[in-house]
């Protein structure tokens, strides 16, 4: 049996949904203890719960210590099959962080999963529903993973209310090494709301595509609106393998929800790394489940360490990383290259 501290790194819920994917991998069982000991609220909630019981239900997983608080479970996984099932995750509780959970393990599953999820398709402190289909996806697509994602209803904090389809086939996950973005990139993207007027959605598009038409760079952003459940706005940029997410709140300008969507998408743009910070991390498990591959990023984030030092006490895999000079006319003085083999 591995055991897992919890509270290592950022101590946050990636741990719990790294280590209970590769656990259902590798038919091994894992126990997490300190779980989220560091946070203002400790233990395990209802997003977590949720993930973790959906994890158990694709693997016929044996679980202890599954409920609200909790700082300490014990995961026993067997074979891991196909199925097809709705999840109701409650409120706003983050489909994508969920999602991010079954993927791996539906990849090494005896047929076709399909679920429909319902709760929070674009809220704080996630990638959102966009993200996950156009940057992660696509990146993943690249190592031989087959999946599609569709989004039926917005769902924002705190009603949540959203619901988006993942149909995932098995694959066989292959070394890849990720090459820098194209050039002259490319943006598209999605700016959204619901229950609100139009023009919140236009707004957002509108200083989004301002800012980096100043910067040279082609825009085609969608505007999206809704009558959900939720009261909300949000806006997704996408380039290549990299992207931006940016949810707006009561008081904050739709200009201003856009431009930051719009800002962060350019600092990754102008950096000649492959990937951008968020997807990196992302990529840690499958890179370790393939063996091998490698790629950039302007920046490691504490998210990508503690993944990092999750996979390799799951798996049999070390990763390196190494910076490296920047020869090209960014202005950025240099990236990170982060190797497995």
């Not at 459940?229 to 201003?256: F, M, Y």
């Amino acid at each position: 049996m591995i055991e897992i501290d919890g509270s290592y790194g950022e101590g946050g819920g990636q741990i719990l949904r790294t280590a209970v994917a590769l656990s259902a991998i590798i038919n091994e069982d894992v126990t997490i203890k300190d779980i989220r000991r560091n946070r203002p609220k400790e233990g395990l909630k209802p997003q977590h719960l949720k993930s973790i019981e959906t994890a158990g239900l694709i693997c016929n997983a044996d679980i202890k210590g599954l409920f609200p608080g909790s700082t300490k479970i014990y995961f026993s996984p067997s074979e891991i099959e196909g199925f097809q099932k709705d999840i109701h995750i409650g409120t706003a509780g983050s489909i994508p962080l969920l999602m991010q959970t079954i993927m791996p393990i539906a990849a090494y599953s005896s047929g076709k999963t399909e679920l429909r999820i319902t709760g929070g398709t674009d809220v704080a402190w996630s990638p959102s529903v966009d993200y996950v289909k156009e940057v992660t996806l696509k990146a993943l697509s690249e190592m031989g993973y087959k999946a599609g994602i569709e989004t039926i209803g917005r769902g924002y904090y705190p009603k949540g209310g959203g619901t988006a389809t993942i149909g995932i086939m098995p694959s066989v996950l292959k070394g890849h090494h990720f090459k820098e973005h194209n050039v002259p990139p490319q943006v598209s993207g999605v700016s959204h709301c619901s229950n609100l007027p139009e023009h919140v959605a236009k707004r957002q598009a509108d200083s989004a595509r301002s800012l980096l038409e100043e910067n040279g760079i082609e825009t085609d952003i969608k505007v999206e609106t809704g009558k959900f459940l939720s009261t909300g706005s949000g806006i997704t940029l996408w380039s290549d393998l990299t992207g931006s997410v940016s949810i707006g709140k009561r008081g904050l300008p739709a200009e201003k929800v856009g431009a930051r969507a719009a800002q962060v998408l350019l600092e990754e743009i102008l950096s000649p790394a492959s990937v951008d910070i968020h997807l990196a991390d992302q990529l840690i498990p499958y890179m370790g489940l393939a063996g091998k591959g490698s790629f950039t990023a302007r920046e490691i984030t504490q998210h990508c360490l503690t993944n990092i030092h999750v996979t390799e006490q799951m798996l049999d895999v070390k990763f390196s990383i190494n910076k490296i000079n920047d020869r090209s006319k960014s202005k950025k003085e240099g990236v990170f290259e982060v190797v497995v083999e």
